[in-house]
């Protein structure tokens, strides 16, 4: 689970590149968008990418080798083998919130989920992040000199103790190493 805000596509476009195509596990990402006008993300991410990037239906199945990216006005959730979409309101004054997915995936998959805050202005993430970290998974930063925007990355580190703490260039080959073994 990857949330960014300010500066978070530049950000994917430093990681993206990064991931190879045979990934074990999906990506589900949460960028904050504006409520219209950027319908064509998918296909700008997809420039930077080798694992397709795809916006989730509600009730899709999650699939391993994939970028999953938060449809714009809607809280992305996890739910056991599944993707739910969420009008409800905003949280942290975002809709999609990082905190939603975050909350959602550990609530469901617990000690399996990695939670990764990169750049970006106010908290969302750090409740998110600490709930991620409380029941087992593993909480990951980009650090706050390396973000075009400090709040998040500075907030979600206030709020738990983080396992990582990596400049941007440092996080993709992390998530890599850390499933290497599960690579073909």
């Known amino acids: 689970m990857i949330g960014a805000s300010v500066g978070g596509l530049a950000a994917m476009q430093v990681i ?32 930077w990418s080798r694992l397709p990037i795809v916006e989730p239906e509600d009730k899709e199945g999650i699939r391993p080798r994939r970028v999953y990216l938060a449809p714009r006005d809607y809280h992305l959730l996890i739910e056991r083998g599944s993707f739910a979409l969420s ?13 939603a997915l975050f909350e959602s995936a550990a609530d469901v998959y617990q000690e399996s989920v990695i939670g990764v805050v990169l750049t970006g202005t106010g908290q969302d993430g750090a409740r998110g992040l600490a709930k991620i970290k409380a029941l087992g998974g593993l909480a990951v930063v980009e650090d706050p000199a390396t973000a075009e925007a400090r709040a998040m990355p500075e907030a979600a580190i206030a709020a738990t103790r983080v396992d990582r703490i990596l400049p941007l260039t440092e996080i993709a080959p992390f998530l890599v190493g850390l499933y290497r073994p599960l690579v073909r």
């Open 16 to 47: 993206l590149p990064a991931l190879p195509e045979d990934l074990p596990v999906p990506l589900v990402f949460v960028q904050h968008r504006v409520k219209s006008g950027d319908s064509g993300l998918c296909k700008y991410l997809q420039q």
């Open 87 to 99: 009008t409800e309101a905003p949280v942290a004054y975002a809709r999609p919130s990082i905190d």
